[in-house]
């Protein structure tokens, strides 16, 4: 071989090297370094510890999410229990006012019938009854005496009715005063005249 050959190949081989050695180094430079051993610190690795912390924390918020929930749950399921047993009362309390009240009216409406009953009573009794000058003093002052009776009455009534304490025995005792006033009329009367007042009293009933 010539010394010009020798020194082709030469440089061919040259040439060969250093295409290798480059790709060499490419390849390795690509090639990922290998991590190292993990630290660790009492058995833990310092890596998981921010990791682990992170995690704890968004499970104490998530439980703490849900508690919340669940308390604006039960605080609204409460609220519309409290609301549905006062809707209760209220319908109660307006039932039994509506029933106080017509009971109260009814009562009124009693009194005021006695009352009146109780005023047109001795005229009705005595009608076609002709009384003699005497009989007649004596049926006025009767029956001045019970009406004044009936005016106190009605007097104790309505002081009882404005301070909130109705008298209920009221029509009773309206209805014991033109008892006793009947059978005093009835008293100063002929037995004739006594037959004709007992006839007017059968009528009205």
């Known amino acids: 071989m010539s010394s010009t050959s020798l020194t082709k190949l030469t440089a061919q081989l040259a040439t060969i090297g250093a ?11 690509q090639k990922a370094k290998p991590a190292g051993p993990p630290v660790t610190t009492h058995g833990q690795v310092k890596a998981a510890a921010p990791a682990a912390k992170g995690q704890a924390n968004a499970e104490a918020k998530r439980t703490d999410a849900g508690a919340d929930k669940a308390a604006k749950v039960e605080e609204k399921k409460d609220d519309k229990a409290a609301k549905v047993e006062e809707k209760k009362v209220d319908k109660a309390a307006k039932a039994e006012e509506k029933k106080d009240d017509k ?26 009854i002709k009384l003699s000058k005497t009989e007649r003093k004596s049926v006025t002052d009767i029956q001045k005496k019970y009406d004044g009776q009936l005016k106190d009455l009605e007097k104790q009534a309505n002081a009882a009715e404005k301070a909130g304490t109705p008298d209920a025995t009221l029509v009773a005792k309206i209805d014991a005063l033109r008892t006793q006033e009947r059978a005093d009329l009835r008293a100063v009367l002929t037995p004739a005249q006594a037959a004709a007042f007992d006839k007017n009293v059968a009528n009205k009933k």
């Not at 290798?20 to 390849?27: F, I, K, N, S």
């Not at 109260?104 to 005595?126: C, G, H, I, M, V």
């Open 19 to 29: 295409l290798v050695a480059v790709t060499a180094g490419v390849a390795g430079a």
């Open 103 to 128: 009971a109260a009216k009814k009562d009124e409406k009693a009194e005021a019938s006695a009352l009146k009953n109780a005023r047109t009573e001795p005229k009705e009794d005595l009608k076609g």
